[in-house]
């Protein structure tokens, strides 16, 4: 079975541009969650998904960041007009239910460059 | 608001010495405990996880983590490291009882592994 699959793995953008990364989870998993990680931190909460619906959003800034997770094909974290403090590592996990025992299962990431 | 500590940013530890790794955790409710490991360039992968009974959880790669509630830590261990072992470790608390919302994570330690 293939775990969670990012792409692209890396992405290098120029300040203003936008960017898409994409989050397809573990087959039959319903539930997807996104994370950044910058330098030298630990993994931060942006967004919580299941399919057509945004759970939590907490984490997410409130200008230029959204998600969503169509009933067809994969999560997507878009970011508009990006900066250079948009630099980071995106991590998306899946889990098959918003239960504690069933733990998320992380993908590769995708390194986002800002230039 | 819940938190997780991770006191030690970097350790180092000779192949076949034992290790702990500390966690520290700040949490309203009975937490639901996880230790992560990431090597570089890669996504996260569970170790372990503790959500109730048998305080000393078993993990994948001979790991082992006990959690005490008295003294809010969930600390991880290895009676003798691997060269492989070297990598990021998290441990991460969850942030919503009775369903697994999102994870909160400590700032992380990389263990580096002499011969």
């Known amino acids: 079975n293939a775990g969670v699959m990012q792409n692209p793995r890396h992405l290098v953008r120029r300040r203003g541009q936008e960017a898409r990364l994409r989050c397809s989870p573990v087959?039959?998993?319903?539930?997807v969650y996104w994370y950044r990680q910058l330098p030298e931190e630990g993994l931060k909460f942006m967004v919580y998904?299941?399919?057509?619906?945004?759970?939590?959003e907490s984490g997410m800034p409130k200008e230029r960041f959204s998600a969503e997770f169509p009933k067809e094909g994969p999560s997507i974290l878009r970011i508009q007009q990006v900066v250079r403090g948009d630099s980071a590592a995106y991590f998306c996990?899946?889990?098959?239910?918003?239960?504690?025992?069933?733990?998320?299962?992380f993908g590769d990431g995708t390194r986002l460059s800002i230039l | 608001a819940q938190s997780v500590t991770q006191p030690d940013i970097h350790i180092t530890v000779s192949e076949g010495a034992s290790l702990e790794l500390r966690c520290n955790y700040s949490y309203g409710a009975t937490p639901y405990l996880f230790w992560y490991v990431q090597s570089p360039g890669q996504g996260l992968q569970l170790l372990l996880k503790?959500?109730?009974?048998?305080?000393l959880v078993q993990g994948i790669k001979g790991f082992e983590a006990e959690f005490k509630r008295s003294q809010s830590s969930f600390n991880l261990r290895k009676p003798s490291v691997h060269w492989s072992d070297a990598a990021e470790y998290f441990c991460a608390v969850g942030a919503v009882l009775g369903s697994q919302g999102n994870l909160i994570f400590g700032k992380g330690t990389k263990l580096s592994v002499k011969p």
């Open positions: 087959k039959g998993h319903s539930h």
């Open positions: 503790y959500f109730s009974g048998d305080t």
């Open positions: 998904l299941q399919k057509e619906n945004i759970i939590d």
């Open positions: 996990a899946s889990s098959p239910a918003s239960r504690q025992d069933q733990p998320q299962h």
